[in-house]
């Protein structure tokens, strides 16, 4: 495992920077470790990512991502995809360590919302040529994702021994729900391998240039970790969940159970919302070519995964808590309503008419 001094003398090794950097001192060395253990490499003749995996699991999703980035990179890729990532350097399988191009002058979706706080739809509108770029990729063979986070209310044995209190509360509230259980249930039946997935849609996974030029530097999409076929729809609704938790997150603290009380009272307008979403969406299809055939059924599926992912939210927010506060109640109270009537929250919700 690379300790922190340990990564310079690695990356000589393998040529991505050269002593005469480190004796100028113009060479630093970030530690950002999360799931893997990241480092940021600056430097005047490149800047990296260093990705090391830790554990197996986490070993399996790296050497996934990293064969996904060599095919990207390897030179048949004729849909534009590599445009949109980071560009691969290197990827060491003996030591499971994934370097790849950081991406300098940027800023990810959330930072970019709270910093102008509101949603643009500009951006959205990159966000759809880009996800759209990656769902028609030929990135193949892969691994067929066959569903994603949809057993939330039926956890394992196992994993009782290591949740919250309030973890525990919001599967208690999530299984009280007979009707909303059955809904889950149906999801995993209606998903459809559709084309090429990155899987954990999530705000944070957009890089945006910063300042944003128009039609100069593309919007970045980063870590595939958990890519591969899948249901398009699952992309698609998770960055719909994304957009609308920002709007939820713009409202002062409150009680879930009277959540219609506080609308008027968001930073961000729900219409301010619709209005990206809309624009997603228009250049989504238009990208992708779909038709009202073809269209109105994915997003149907896209609205229900856009509920799951709020569920997910919730969860990612509940770990030390001793119980469950108000953010974390009205994700799952709007995501609950989406599923029980998706058609409505669709036009309603997201204002997207189908």
Request: a neutral charge; one cysteine or more.
């Amino acid at each position: 495992m690379l300790n922190q001094h340990e990564v310079i003398p690695y990356l000589l090794s393998r040529d991505l920077i050269v002593s005469r950097c480190i004796v100028d001192g113009n060479v630093a060395v970030l530690d950002s470790s999360r799931r893997n253990r990241n480092y940021r490499i600056i430097s005047p003749v490149g800047c990296y990512l260093l990705k090391q995996a830790v554990g197996l699991g986490p070993v399996d999703t790296l050497s996934r991502e990293a064969a996904i980035y060599q095919q990207i990179f390897s030179g048949g890729q004729k849909d534009g995809i590599a445009s949109h990532v980071p560009k691969f350097c290197a990827y060491d399988p003996e030591q499971h360590i994934l370097i790849l191009e950081l991406i300098e002058g940027a800023e990810n979706l959330r930072e970019q919302q709270q910093r102008l706080g509101r949603v643009s739809s500009h951006t959205s509108k990159q966000i759809a040529g880009a996800l759209a770029t990656l769902h028609r990729a030929t990135v193949g063979p892969q691994k067929t994702i066959t569903t994603v986070r949809l057993n939330l209310h039926e956890p394992r044995l196992a994993a009782y021994r290591l949740i919250s209190r309030a973890e525990l509360q919001l599967i208690e509230i999530i299984q009280r729900q007979k009707s909303l259980t059955g809904h889950l249930d149906q999801l995993q039946h209606e998903w459809q391998p559709s084309g090429f997935i990155h899987g954990d849609i999530r705000a944070e996974n957009f890089l945006i240039p910063v300042p944003l030029a128009r039609n100069k530097r593309p919007l970045k999409i980063v870590d595939f970790e958990f890519a591969g076929t899948g249901d398009t729809a699952c992309d698609v609704g998770s960055l719909f969940a994304e957009y609308l938790s920002f709007w939820l997150f713009s409202f002062p603290l409150m009680t879930a159970s009277h959540l219609d009380r506080f609308i008027r009272l968001a930073a961000c307008p729900l219409e301010k919302i619709q209005s990206s979403l809309g624009s997603f969406w228009t250049e989504y299809t238009r990208c992708m070519a779909l038709d009202d055939s073809k269209s109105g059924p994915l997003l149907l599926r896209a609205v229900k995964f856009s509920a799951l992912r709020l569920f997910v939210m919730a969860h990612e927010m509940a770990p030390g808590l001793s119980s469950v506060n108000s953010y974390i109640l009205s994700l799952l109270q709007v995501g609950m309503n989406i599923l029980m009537q998706p058609e409505r929250a669709a036009v309603e919700l997201f204002g997207i008419a189908h």
